[in-house]
C-alpha cells in the first residue's frame, strides 16, 4: 500500500559532476509525504550533493528530478523555497549581522506598498519573530531585535526549523542539524523533526550519528562513494546493522573506475 | 538601564561618527577663532561635503555587500566631463542623460564583472580607476571645459549644481534628497535587508534565494551613477573641469563610508554616518585652508586617516560584540 | 579515459604540460607583441635606443612586479609601492650630502624595509585589509614626498654620482644598465627562493589555503610579514637603482606603479586568490608592459593613453585568469 503512493519528490538516475570529481553515480530515489527518512553515508559519500539539488543549490549534470510528478527543468534556492523544499544546514542559513526578525523573512520579506513602493512590514515581521522566539523554544530573554550572531547552537537550528514551518514547507531537510549541539538541545531538535514528520510534512534528516537517527527515521537510504547502496525501512534492519555497512561499505563496484 | 542605554548608542553604527564629529567642530571653531564657524565657510564645507557625500553613499552601498569601488574618482571625472562638454557643445539634456548614462554603465561594468566573474572588486574598480583617468586626461589634452554664460544660465545648469538657493548650494539638498531616499532603500526596503545579507554571509542570503549577484550588480550600477551625478554636481557649481578632477576622491569615499560606521566586511552600513565622515574629512581641509597649512598635508593626513579608521572599526567591531554576549 | 596512441602521448605531454602553467599565455603574448612591433615598425624597433629604452624602464618596473608578485603570492597586496619607491628614492638623494652614499643607500634601503614592517604589523597584527593598509601608505608617504620636498628638485652632488657604489646601481656594463642586470638577479633569486626553499613552500601555501598552511606548522604571520618586507625592499630598491641613474627627483616620482605593478603580475598569470603565480611570469608581464608603452611613445601617443592601457589590460588579466581558475577546478 506504500506503494500505490505517488512519490513527493522522485530522482531519476541523477548524475552530478564537480569539475573532474563524480559526486554522485546513477542516483534514483523516492520520498514521500509524512515520512522522516535518514540519509546517511560515510564523508564524501554524497549526502549533501544529493540534497543540494533537492535545495535547488546545484543542477544535477544528468538524470531527472521530479516534485509532484512535475519534472523540474531549472535550479535555484529561490524556486525550491517557493516550491516549499526548506533546507536548514549547518554553516549557512542565517545572517549574523541582522536581526532575528530580518533573518525570519530574509530573501521573502513581506511588502506594505505605498504609492507602488515597497516598504517592508517591519512591525509583521517582529510579531511573528517574536511568535517563533515562544513557539519554538528559544530563551525568553531573546530579542527580537537582536542580532542572530547571539543565539546559541540549538537555538539557530530551531529558529531555522520555525522558519520552514512558517512557510508551509512540504520538505524539510535538515542536513548535519545536531552537530556541536548539547545533548538537551539535540533531543529538542529530533523531537521537533519528529512534530513535523506528524503534520505530515517531508523531513530528510542527514546525519553521521546512526543511533540518533535509527530512533526516529522511518526508513535510511545509505549512500557510498556517490551511488545509493541500500533503501530499506527501520523494521528490516537494526542499527548495528546499518553502522556496519556504513563502516565496511558493501562491496559494490561505486568506487571502481566507471566506463561510459 | 545604563547597560541598555550603552547597548543603544554602541550599537548604533554611526555613533563614533557623531562623538568624533561634535569633538572637531568644536576644536575647529576655538582654534581659528570663530573663523570656521563663519558663512562664507560654512556655505564652502556644505558644498563640498555633500558633493562628496553622494559619492560615499554609493561607495557605502558597495562596501555594505563586502565588496569595495575605488573608481569612484575616476567616474566622478567621467560625469562632470560629460556634462559640460556635451552641454557646452549639444545640449545641456542630453548632457545630463549622457553623464548619468555613462555612469551608470561604468558602474554596470564592474559589477558585472565582479558578481558574474568573481574577480577581486579592487583589482576591478583599479583598472577602471586608471582606465576612465587616462581618457580624462585623454579627451581634454591638458586643458579644461569650462561652461559659457549662456551655459550657466541654463535652468538645468542651475538644478544640476549651478544654483546657490539662500546660500546654499543646491548640491546640498541633492544630498539630503540621496540621504533620505538611500536610508529608506537600505533599512526600510527589502532590497536594503538584501544588500545587508550579503555583505553579512553571502552564502547564507544565497540559500534563502536572494540573487546575490544581482544585489552586487545593483550596488556596483548605483555606485557608478552616484559618482557620476556628484561630478555633475560640482563641476556646475565651480563651472569648469579638468582631467585631474576628482583625483583622490575615490579614497575619501571610502574613509567617509569608513568613519561613518560602515563595516569594511560587509553587512553593516549607516549612510548618516557616510554623511557625517564626509563632513568630517572636509572640515579638515578647510581648517587646513584656513590655518594657510599646504593642502599636501591633507593627502598626509587621509592616508591616516582610513588606517585608523580602519583600526578602530575593528575594535568597535569586538567591544560590540562582547557587549551583546553579555 | 583510454589511453591515447602512444606517438600522440609524446608529442602532447610537454604541450599540455606548458598549457597548464599559470605564465603560458604570457609567454606567448609577449613574443607575440615583440614580432608585431617589430613587423610594424622594423627600422626602429629593432634598434639598439629602443631596446636599452625598453630594458631601462623594464628594470624599474620589473623590481616592483617581482616584489608584488611575492605579496600576491600570500594572498595579500601591497598599494603602496608607488610611494615607497618615491620616498626611498627621495631619502638616498636626501641624506646623501650628510651621510655620504655608502650610508644614505643603506638608510634608504632600511626605510624601505620599516615601511614593508609597518604595513605587515597594520595587516597582520591591526587585523585591517592590506588592501586598506596599503591605500592609506600609498597616500601617507605620497603626502610626505609632497610635505618635505614642497616641489623643489634634488639632485645629486658630481661626487656622488661618481661614487663607485652610485656606478653599481646606476652605471652601465657590456652596454647593458646596471639597473636591468639587477633586475635580471633578482629575478632568478627570487625565482630559485620561490620553488626551490622553505620559505618559498610556506609562502606558496599561506597563499593556498592559510588554515592548512597553519595546521602544518607554517607561521603564517612570519611568512606574510617576510613577503611585506620583501616587496618594500624592492620598491625601495628600485627607486634607489632610478636616481642612481638619474640623478633627481620630483613629487610625483613612482606615481601610478602600484597600478603597473599589480598588473605586470596579474597578466603575468599571478592568481589574485593567492598560492598562483611564476617570477618569470611576472618578468615577462613587465616587458609586454614596457614594450607598449615604448612604442605608445613612438607612436606619439599622450601618457594618459599608456595609463588606460594599463587599466584595461588589468581589468582584463585578472578577468581571465579568474575564469581559467575557476574552469582548471582550482
Known amino acids: ?260 | 538601564m545604563r547597560v541598555s542605554l550603552a547597548r543603544f548608542v554602541l550599537k548604533r553604527p554611526e555613533t563614533s561618527a557623531v562623538v568624533v564629529t561634535a569633538i572637531l567642530v568644536t576644536f575647529l571653531t576655538i582654534t581659528t577663532g570663530g573663523t570656521w564657524l563663519s558663512f562664507a565657510n560654512l556655505q564652502s564645507v556644505s558644498r563640498i561635503t555633500a558633493v562628496l557625500a553622494i559619492m560615499a553613499f554609493g561607495e557605502a552601498l558597495v562596501i555594505s555587500t563586502g565588496e569595495v569601488d575605488v573608481s569612484v574618482g575616476s567616474v566622478f571625472a567621467m560625469g562632470a566631463l560629460i556634462f559640460i562638454g556635451v552641454g557646452r557643445t549639444v545640449n545641456l539634456g542630453v548632457a545630463l542623460l549622457l553623464a548619468l548614462g555613462g555612469g551608470l554603465l561604468i558602474g554596470l561594468l564592474n559589477g558585472a564583472v565582479v558578481a558574474f566573474f568573481r574577480v577581486p572588486s579592487l583589482i576591478v574598480t583599479l583598472g577602471t580607476l586608471f582606465l576612465f583617468r587616462g581618457i580624462a586626461y585623454g579627451v581634454t589634452e591638458g586643458f579644461y571645459f569650462g561652461a559659457s554664460d549662456e551655459v550657466r544660465s541654463r535652468l538645468i545648469f542651475n538644478v544640476m549644481g549651478g544654483a546657490n538657493l539662500g546660500g546654499v548650494n543646491v548640491a546640498v539638498l541633492w544630498a539630503l534628497v540621496a540621504l533620505l531616499v538611500l536610508h529608506v532603500v537600505m533599512f526600510y526596503m527589502p532590497m536594503g535587508n538584501r544588500i545587508l545579507a550579503v555583505g553579512g554571509n553571502a552564502a547564507s542570503a544565497y540559500s534563502r534565494g536572494v540573487n546575490v549577484a544581482r544585489v552586487r550588480l545593483i550596488v556596483f550600477a548605483l555606485s557608478g551613477l552616484l559618482a557620476a551625478f556628484a561630478g555633475m554636481l560640482d563641476a556646475a557649481s565651480i563651472g569648469y573641469v579638468d582631467g585631474s578632477f576628482g583625483e583622490l576622491m575615490e579614497l575619501e569615499a571610502i574613509a567617509a563610508a569608513v568613519l561613518g560606521g560602515c563595516s569594511l566586511v560587509g553587512g553593516r552600513c549607516s549612510l548618516l554616518g557616510t554623511l557625517l565622515g564626509a563632513f568630517l574629512l572636509r572640515a579638515v581641509g578647510s581648517y587646513l585652508v584656513i590655518l594657510g597649512i599646504q593642502p599636501q598635508w591633507f593627502i598626509l593626513l587621509l592616508g591616516v586617516i582610513v588606517v585608523l579608521a580602519s583600526l578602530s572599526d575593528r575594535v568597535l567591531t569586538k567591544l560590540l560584540f562582547r557587549l551583546q554576549q553579555r | 579515459m583510454r589511453a591515447p596512441a602512444v606517438g600522440i602521448q609524446h608529442v602532447t605531454r610537454p604541450l599540455t604540460r606548458f598549457r597548464k602553467r599559470p605564465d603560458a599565455a604570457i609567454v606567448l603574448g609577449t613574443i607575440l607583441v615583440f614580432l608585431v612591433f617589430g613587423a610594424v615598425d622594423p627600422e626602429s624597433w629593432f634598434q639598439f635606443f629602443t631596446m636599452i629604452n625598453i630594458t631601462r624602464y623594464a628594470a624599474i618596473l620589473g623590481l616592483l612586479a617581482i616584489g608584488q608578485t611575492i605579496v600576491i603570492l600570500s594572498r595579500e597586496i601591497d598599494l603602496s609601492v608607488g610611494s615607497v619607491y618615491g620616498i626611498v628614492a627621495i631619502a638616498f638623494i636626501a641624506s646623501e650630502p650628510t651621510l655620504g652614499v655608502p650610508l644614505s643607500l643603506l638608510a634608504a634601503l632600511m626605510l624601505a624595509a620599516a615601511i614593508g614592517l609597518l604595513n605587515a604589523l597594520l595587516v597582520l597584527r591591526g587585523g585591517i585589509s592590506s588592501m586598506i593598509a596599503t591605500l592609506g601608505a600609498l597616500f601617507f608617504y605620497r603626502g610626505i614626498i609632497y610635505v618635505t620636498t614642497g616641489g623643489t628638485v634634488m639632485r645629486f652632488s658630481q661626487g656622488a654620482r661618481a661614487h663607485w657604489l652610485t656606478q653599481a646601481f646606476g652605471g652601465q656594463w657590456l652596454r647593458l644598465d646596471n639597473a636591468f642586470l639587477w633586475f635580471m638577479l633578482i629575478a632568478v633569486l627570487a625565482s630559485l627562493v620561490l620553488y626551490h626553499s622553505r620559505f618559498g613552500n610556506h609562502l606558496l601555501a599561506v597563499g593556498g589555503d592559510e588554515t592548512t598552511a597553519l595546521a602544518r606548522g607554517v607561521t603564517v604571520v612570519r611568512t606574510k610579514t617576510i613577503a611585506f618586507v620583501a616587496c618594500s625592499l624592492l620598491a625601495g630598491l628600485s627607486g634607489i637603482v632610478t636616481i642612481a641613474q638619474n640623478p633627481q627627483t620630483h613629487v610625483t616620482l613612482g606615481m601610478q606603479l602600484e597600478l603597473e605593478s599589480i598588473a605586470a603580475a596579474v597578466i603575468g598569470g599571478t592568481q589574485l586568490g593567492g598560492g598562483r603565480g611564476t617570477v618569470l611570469g611576472s618578468v615577462l608581464g613587465t616587458f609586454f608592459l614596457t614594450a607598449v608603452r615604448s612604442e605608445m611613445i613612438t607612436l606619439g601617443a599622450p601618457p594618459s593613453w599608456y595609463t588606460a592601457f594599463v587599466g584595461i589590460a588589468l581589468l582584463l588579466g585578472a578577468t581571465i585568469n579568474t575564469v581559467m581558475a575557476r574552469r582548471s577546478g582550482a
Not at chain 1, 525570519?104 to 509583521?124: M, N, S, T
Open chain 1, 1 to 260: 500500500m506504500e506503494t500505490e503512493r505517488a512519490p513527493l519528490i522522485s530522482l531519476r538516475n541523477v548524475n552530478l559532476w564537480y569539475g573532474t570529481v563524480q559526486a554522485l553515480r546513477d542516483v534514483s530515489v523516492d520520498f514521500y509525504q509524512g515520512e522522516l527518512v535518514g540519509l546517511v553515508g560515510d564523508n564524501g559519500a554524497g549526502k549533501t550533493s544529493l540534497v543540494n539539488i533537492i535545495s535547488g543549490i546545484v543542477a544535477p549534470t544528468s538524470g531527472e528530478v521530479y516534485l509532484d510528478g512535475q519534472r523540474i527543468t531549472s535550479f535555484h534556492p529561490k524556486l525550491a523555497i517557493d516550491l516549499g523544499v526548506e533546507t536548514t544546514q549547518q554553516s549557512v542559513g542565517l545572517c549574523d549581522n541582522l536581526s532575528i526578525a530580518r533573518n525570519y523573512f530574509l530573501g521573502r520579506e513581506p511588502v506594505r506598498r505605498i504609492a507602488g513602493i515597497p516598504f517592508i512590514d517591519l512591525g509583521k515581521m517582529r510579531k511573528e519573530g517574536r511568535k517563533a522566539i515562544t513557539a519554538f523554544g528559544l530563551r525568553e530573554s531573546v530579542d527580537v531585535d537582536g542580532e542572530v550572531a547571539l543565539l546559541s547552537g540549538g537555538e539557530r537550528q530551531a529558529f531555522k526549523i520555525a522558519r520552514a514551518v512558517y512557510f508551509r514547507s512540504r520538505i524539510l531537510i535538515m542536513d548535519e542539524p545536531t552537530n556541536n549541539l548539547s545533548v538537551r538541545e539535540r533531543e529538542r531538535v529530533n523531537d521537533l523533526a519528529v512534530q513535523l514528520k506528524d503534520q505530515s510534512l517531508l523531513v530528510i534528516y542527514i546525519t553521521h550519528d546512526i543511533f540518533q537517527i535509527h530512533r526516529i527515521a522511518d526508513r535510511f537510504i545509505i549512500l557510498e562513494n556517490g551511488a545509493k547502496v541500500a533503501d530499506v525501512p527501520r523494521n528490516l534492519m537494526s542499527a548495528e546493522d546499518l553502522e556496519r555497512i556504513i563502516r565496511e561499505g558493501v562491496g559494490n563496484d561505486a568506487g571502481s573506475p566507471r566506463s561510459g
